[in-house]
């Protein structure tokens, strides 16, 4: 029995000696570690290699393993930031600002809408600058005047012995007539025609020089009440038509002469002596008479209204003033 009870205790010793034993000869393997001082938990004191391997987290492949972009940072930020976090868009206090939608629209009328084209073959616009004088399509002068501050819509040009000649469409008494030739230089003219223009432009620039022409019609009507104020004028006008006549009389006579033979051409040759004679005593008139109208102009030109000084020219000059202003476009 005692054997028996000896047996036990001595097994007893044993097991414990088996498990005892290790952790006094490497404390370091069963040793249970302390969490660190930053919360992270402690490690587990002893595992085996294959366990640890399976417990280790593995970093996923693909876009869960991406790291998510960092929001803008203001300028201001710290550079010493790591991992900013994502901040929500600053409110501004700006309201958004719709978008801007440009028309093209009209704030004016149009020229053509007041005074229609004349047609459409137009190439050219104008207004005629002063009285004007015009002829028809075959050259044959009319016997009026285009009036100064006429519109007129030019569709060709040509030349001729007075100079470039504009073919033109003029607007008269409400409606259009023609064509007329006109002589370019008493013409202002823009190109094209006057679907882009402001009909108040238009009309603007032909009162303008309507005003102009009106300007030169009372300084004609000025010389010519100086003139017939002079008492050698009636004289003089009637010594040089007679001069005048007796020329062109010379000219035809010298035509038929160099045309003619035999009788015919001595009895021509005879009246042009005749006519040569009187032409030169009527020259020498004609020299005298203007000595004398000249003589008593100057004597008398202080009593000639002077255009600059006349009250009817000064208030169609303050109009054109006014106008002038407004046709800016028009180089004026």
């Known amino acids: 029995m005692s054997f028996f009870v000896k047996y036990l205790a001595v097994a007893a010793i044993c097991s414990i000696a088996v498990y005892v034993a290790p952790t006094f ?7 249970e570690k302390t969490a660190p001082s930053n919360g992270t938990p402690a490690e587990p004191a002893w595992m085996p290699e294959e366990a640890a391997a399976a417990a280790t987290p593995v970093a996923p492949e693909g876009p869960a393993a991406r790291a998510r ?11 010493s930031a790591k991992t900013p976090a994502v901040e929500e868009p600053a409110e501004t206090g700006v309201e958004e600002v719709p978008e801007v939608i440009v028309e093209n629209v009209r704030n004016y009328t149009p020229s053509t809408k ?4 004349s047609g459409s ?6 207004v005629v600058i002063h009285d004007a004088p015009f002829y028809d399509s075959d050259g044959k002068q009319r016997a009026d005047k285009l009036p100064g501050g006429t519109l007129v819509e030019q569709t060709a040009s040509k030349r001729s012995s007075r100079g470039e000649m ?14 007329y030739l006109v002589a370019t230089a008493d013409l202002i003219r823009f190109g094209g025609g006057r679907e882009e223009v402001d009909a108040d432009d238009v ?4 009162r303008y020089y309507g005003l102009n022409a009106a300007v030169e019609r009372r300084k004609e009507e000025l010389v010519q009440k100086a003139v017939a104020e002079n008492p050698h004028y009636n004289a003089l006008k009637a010594k040089a038509e007679s001069y005048n006549e007796h020329r062109k009389r010379a000219e035809e006579l010298t035509a038929r002469r160099d045309m003619s033979k035999g009788a015919a051409r001595s009895k021509i040759i005879a009246e042009l002596a005749k ?33 600059a000084s006349d009250s009817v020219c000064k208030g169609y000059l303050r109009q054109m003033d006014k106008l002038r202003p407004r046709l800016a476009a028009f180089g004026l």
Do not use: F, M
């Open 25 to 31: 000869i490497r404390p370091d393997l069963y040793a």
């Open 203 to 206: 009309d603007n620039l032909c």
């Open 69 to 79: 972009p960092a929001a803008p940072r203001p300028l201001a930020a710290a550079a």
């Open 275 to 307: 006519l040569k004679n009187a032409e030169a005593r009527e020259a020498a008139e004609v020299q005298k008479l203007t000595a004398k109208y000249e003589a008593w102009k100057q004597a008398h030109s202080s009593g000639i209204a002077d255009p």
């Open 121 to 126: 073959d137009v190439t050219h616009w104008g």
């Open 114 to 117: 007041r005074i229609r084209a």
């Open 166 to 179: 504009a073919t033109c469409r003029a607007w008269r008494q409400g409606g259009w007539t023609g064509s």
